[in-house]
C-alpha cells in the first residue's frame, strides 16, 4: 500500500490509521441503483458500516488531496469512523496584513516560535497550506479539529501552551498578552471558548434509535409472525418496540438537556485580558484563546478556562475537581529569571505546575 495514502494520528496514545478518499461518481450510482433494488436494506447497511459507506462511494487518493477521511482505530476493537474534509479561509480577515508589528509573541500551536503576527500567519499559511486561495484543510472527529501540516505532511490538531512550552518562555513571550490581530488569527483556527452541548431534536433521535440494529430485527420478526398468522406475538412485539423506543427517546433528551443546561449556567462572563500595550480589554469568555492574559479581580470569579497563574496568588475552591471541601491557595509559576528554584528550562507541566 502506498505510504502516502495512510497516515496515523495521534501516535502514542490513541493511535488511528487515516486514509483519503474521493467521491467517486459512477460508484455513488451503482450504490444507488443497488438501494432501489434491495428496497432501501443496503442503505441501512452501509449506514451501519462506515468502511462499506465510504469505500462503496469513493476510490482512494493521497491524504492530502482527499475529500473524506476513513478512520481506523489500532486496538483489538478495531472500529472505523468516516469523516468529511472542510476548508478554513483566511482570506479577508483583519489579520492577514496587520498595520503595526512592534510586539514579540509567539505562537501557541506551533512548533517554531515565531517573532510577531504577521510571521506567525506567514508560517502557518506554509505550513498548513500552500494554496493560492489562502484555505486550510481540516476534518473534525470526536469533537477535535485536525488540521493538514505540510510540515508533517499528515493532518495535526492544534495544541494550546500545556504542551511543550517552558517557563521561560511563557514569561517573556506569553505574559505580555495577545495584539487584537493575533487575537483574532487564533480564535479563527481554535474557534470560541466553550463546551457546546447541542439537544437533538426527538425526530433526529427517534430516527438513530429506530435503525438500531435490535429494532430492525423485530421488525423482522413482526413480519415472520405475521406471515405465519401470529397477530398476538406480532402485536405484543411492536407495542413492548414502541415502549421500547418511547422510554429510550425519553431518557435520553432528557441527559441531554441537563447537560446543555449545566454547561450553559456557566458558559459565559465577562474577563479582562491585558492587550501587549497594556491595555485592559473587557470581552467575553467565550472570546478567549490561548496566549490571552487574563485579570483575576480581587472580588474572585468563575475560571472559564485552564490558566497558569503568571503574578500573585489567590484562593481556589477545586471542590467540583478534586473533591476537597477547603480551597487550597495557589502560588504563580516559577520565573527562572528571578527565583532561583525555577533556574533552567524546565517545561510546563499542568500535573507538576498546579
Known amino acids: 500500500m502506498d505510504k502516502e495514502e495512510r497516515k496515523t494520528i495521534n501516535q502514542g496514545q490513541e493511535d488511528e490509521m487515516i486514509y483519503g478518499y474521493n467521491l ?11 438501494v432501489i433494488c434491495t428496497g432501501g436494506f443496503l442503505l441501512l447497511l452501509l449506514y451501519w458500516m462506515p468502511e462499506w459507506r465510504v469505500k462503496a462511494t469513493c476510490i482512494r487518493a493521497a491524504v492530502k488531496d482527499c475529500e473524506v477521511v476513513l478512520l481506523r482505530t489500532t486496538d483489538e476493537f478495531r472500529m472505523w469512523f468516516c469523516a468529511k474534509i472542510h476548508f478554513l ?5 483583519p489579520f492577514s496584513n496587520p498595520k503595526s508589528i512592534t510586539d514579540k509573541i509567539s505562537n501557541g500551536h506551533a512548533v517554531h516560535l515565531t517573532e510577531n503576527p504577521a510571521e506567525e500567519y506567514r508560517h502557518e499559511m506554509n505550513k498548513h497550506s500552500q ?9 473534525t472527529h470526536h469533537s477535535v479539529k485536525y488540521f493538514w501540516n505540510d510540515t508533517i505532511r499528515n493532518f495535526d ?6 504542551e511543550g512550552v517552558s517557563c521561560t518562555s511563557i514569561y517573556e513571550k506569553h505574559g505580555a498578552g495577545l495584539t487584537k490581530e493575533m487575537h483574532a488569527y487564533r480564535k479563527l483556527l481554535y474557534g470560541i471558548n466553550e463546551i457546546t452541548v447541542k439537544v437533538p431534536s426527538v425526530f433526529k433521535l427517534l430516527i438513530k434509535e429506530v435503525l438500531n440494529p435490535f429494532y430492525i430485527f423485530q421488525l423482522f420478526s413482526v413480519i415472520l409472525w405475521s406471515t405465519d398468522e401470529y397477530y398476538y406475538y406480532a402485536l405484543a412485539i411492536v407495542i413492548m418496540s414502541i415502549v421500547s423506543i418511547v422510554s429510550s427517546l425519553y431518557s435520553i433528551r432528557k441527559q441531554y438537556v441537563m447537560l446543555h443546561d449545566m454547561v450553559a449556567a456557566h458558559s459565559t462572563m465577562r474577563v479582562s485580558v491585558c492587550r501587549v500595550n497594556e491595555e485592559i480589554e473587557e470581552i467575553f469568555s467565550t472570546d478567549l484563546v490561548p496566549g490571552d492574559v487574563m485579570v483575576i479581580p480581587l472580588n474572585g ?4 478556562c485552564d490558566a497558569v497563574l503568571i503574578n500573585g496568588t489567590c484562593i481556589v475552591n477545586e471542590s467540583m475537581l478534586t473533591g476537597e471541601s477547603v480551597p487550597v491557595t495557589k502560588t504563580n509559576l516559577p520565573n527562572p529569571s528571578v527565583d532561583i528554584k525555577g533556574m533552567g ?10
Not at 467517486?24 to 443497488?34: E, F, N, P, Q, Y
Not at 479561509?89 to 480577515?93: M, Y
Not at 494554496?131 to 476534518?139: A, C, G, L, P, S
Not at 490538531?157 to 500545556?162: A, M
Open 345 to 354: 528550562e524546565e517545561l510546563y507541566s499542568p500535573e507538576t505546575h498546579k
Open 24 to 34: 467517486s461518481r459512477w460508484k455513488l450510482a451503482i450504490v444507488s441503483l443497488g
Open 301 to 304: 470569579t468563575v475560571m472559564p
Open 131 to 139: 494554496t493560492q486561495t489562502q484555505q486550510i484543510r481540516y476534518f
Open 157 to 162: 490538531f492544534l495544541k494550546g501552551l500545556d
Open 89 to 93: 479561509s483566511l482570506e479577508n480577515h
